[in-house]
């Protein structure tokens, strides 16, 4: 693992500028050098904004050796406004020439897996090794991530088994404290597979846990802190978000 990096912005609006052009910048090199990318995308607020930015300055993607990949999804039927996968649809992959055979959404809460989440976990599990080149599952160039006020990123949330777990990659919540109750996501030994992992975070109710993650306190307690990248860990903050570092940061 390498050094944890912090970027500080303004506000959100300039954080998520600023990670669109990054992104861009990454997936076109990483085409460059490899002949195809492969990103993880998240939920919440700036990881959305995020995708909105990329829709409008797109640079020289190839959006046919683009690989698309979720960290957490909520457990909803096919269609769900509330599904991570549909909210990036709308901001960005309803509008961009990505093959439908790149785009590997996690299972939904109805059909084949409906009332099953752990089965829907194993079946994610089985579609990162099919696309790992050999490894358990791929090296993702990026992996975006947002976090929530107690610290969670995907859904891994503070004293929870999905938290602490040390083998699987994908994995069921049941119990989610934040709605919906149900959700699958990638675990933190999925989360350290990335190249690089980006923390995109804003506001000030989430201050005090980003300096907590940053100040290395144990994942279990703040998810975040377990968030590593094998090359390179960035935080994005706006200000407010970064307002309890100390000043060195
Ligand atoms: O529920 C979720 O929340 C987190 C954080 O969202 P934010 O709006 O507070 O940034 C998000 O990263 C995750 O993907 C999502 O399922």
């Known amino acids: 693992m390498t050094d944890i990096a912090v970027q500080t912005y303004d506000d959100a609006e300039e954080l998520t500028t600023a ?3 990054q992104l861009v910048a990454v997936i076109e090199a990483a085409q460059a050098e490899r002949g195809s990318a492969s990103i993880v995308l998240t939920g919440g ?19 046919s050796a683009v690989d698309v990949f979720w960290g957490d ?6 269609g769900d406004p509330d599904r991570n996968e549909v909210q990036a649809h709308d901001a960005l992959l309803d509008h961009v020439p990505v ?7 996690m299972p939904y809460g109805d059909g084949q897996y409906a009332g099953d989440p752990d089965a829907a976990a194993v079946a994610y599990e089985h579609v990162l090794a099919a696309h790992a080149n050999g490894g358990p599952i791929p090296e993702f160039d990026v992996h975006l991530l947002g976090m929530g006020g107690e610290g969670h990123v995907n859904s891994l ?7 602490r777990e040390k083998t699987r990659h994908v994995v069921a919540v049941t119990d989610s404290p934040k709605p919906p109750a149900e959700r699958v996501t990638l675990t933190l030994p999925a989360i350290r597979r990335a190249r690089r992992v980006w923390l995109l975070v804003a506001g000030a109710d989430k201050a005090e846990a980003v300096a907590a993650a940053i100040g290395g306190a144990k994942p279990a307690d703040i998810p975040a802190a377990g968030a590593l990248g094998s090359e390179s ?17």
């Open 19 to 21: 990670a669109a052009a």
């Open 45 to 63: 607020g700036n990881g959305i904004g995020l995708l909105r930015k990329v829709r409008a300055n797109p640079g020289k993607i190839d959006w």
């Open 73 to 78: 999804e909520r457990f909803l039927p096919a």
């Open 99 to 105: 093959p439908p055979a790149r785009l590997h959404p």
């Open 157 to 163: 949330f503070p004293d929870t088994d999905a938290v």
């Open 233 to 249: 860990t960035v935080w994005m903050l706006d200000r407010a978000a970064a307002a309890d570092l100390p000043a060195d940061r």
